[in-house]
């Protein structure tokens, strides 16, 4: 990956900075009143091979997080795909992050961009993958889709990978009725719990080590409170997972709407239910929306 020029969006309440050229990752997203900046920023691109920094937020497509062994099971077949190497035998995140994106519009409140990608090994289906990020009052709407450019059936997933800043003292909270059971690796077992009451998730459950959630029928709602104020998660079907990562002693939170559990699709094929996974007709779109809202103390 490497530098290119960065879109600017700015409405007079917030300020954001997209980057095409870096798999089109939101930079920042800054509320100008207090000065204070909602995702960690990325500054200049210092990443390990392969790798990439712990700041912005990225796309999830064409699937979310891992595929355990690298190997998809679907309609029938084994697809063997490219492991990542930081995360090895696994895939990890999909690769439309890797990639650069194409501008389709951009003005001071708006950005849409396209990619298109062949079949390979990554992915055997070959894909378009929209996004656009629109700013509105205390507000940034983020909109993706995802076509099937190939003449056969295609598992799909989407979500968003933001690194949420945080204080020392910030709480996460949301409700969801189920929760994945993970192993070591932080891969779904296929088992489940009901999940009645809130969770919330603090700085001070992460200092022993990294805390994951993963879950499942997830009403659409989060919030992050910080010191100056309180971010609004919000989202609609499909986005019915969320993914919940403090690594121990990180600055940041990710908070990650997603379509799908991590292996959702090999767990699906061995029969377990609620995994999300969507299949898509040749020619078929799947969509999605999200919200990040900014609501300053008083």
Not at 168 to 181: N, P, Q, V, Y
Not at 251 to 266: D, I, K, L, W
Request: hydrophobic share 40%; charged share 20%.
């Amino acid at each position: 990956m490497t530098e290119s020029s960065r879109l600017l969006l700015s409405n007079g309440t917030l300020q954001a900075e997209i980057a095409p050229q870096l798999g089109a990752r939101m930079c920042r997203l800054k509320a100008l009143d207090g000065d204070t900046d909602l995702v960690m920023p990325l500054g200049v691109w210092r990443a390990p091979e392969h790798g990439w920094p712990k700041a912005g937020a990225y796309p999830l497509i064409p699937y979310s997080n891992r595929i355990a062994d690298s190997r998809l099971a679907f309609d029938g077949k084994i697809h063997a795909l490219t492991p990542h190497p930081l995360d090895l035998p696994n895939t990890l995140h999909g690769h439309a992050q890797s990639c650069a994106w194409q501008v389709l519009a951009h003005d001071s409140r708006h950005a849409k961009m396209s990619l298109r990608e062949r079949a390979c090994g990554h992915w055997p289906w070959p894909f378009e993958a929209g996004m656009t990020f629109a700013l509105r009052a205390n507000a940034l709407d983020v909109s993706f889709t995802l076509r099937n450019e190939g003449d056969s059936p295609m598992p799909a997933g989407l979500g968003w990978h933001p690194f949420l800043a945080i204080d020392a003292d910030s709480t996460l909270r949301f409700d969801a009725l189920r929760r994945w059971e993970l192993d070591a690796a932080f891969l779904p077992t296929g088992r489940t719990r009901p999940s009645s009451q809130s969770t919330s998730l603090t700085r001070g459950d992460c200092e022993a080590g990294d805390c994951a959630i993963y879950a499942s029928e997830w009403d659409g709602n989060g919030t992050l409170e910080r010191r100056r104020g309180t971010l609004l998660i919000t989202a609609a079907a499909p986005f019915t997972h969320l993914v919940a990562f403090a690594p121990r002693g990180a600055p940041y939170f990710c908070v990650e709407p997603v379509t799908h559990v991590a292996n959702g699709f090999n767990l699906a094929a061995r029969g377990i239910e609620g995994t999300g996974l969507k299949v898509l007709a040749p020619g078929e779109v799947f969509a999605a929306q999200l919200t990040l809202a900014w609501e300053p103390n008083r």
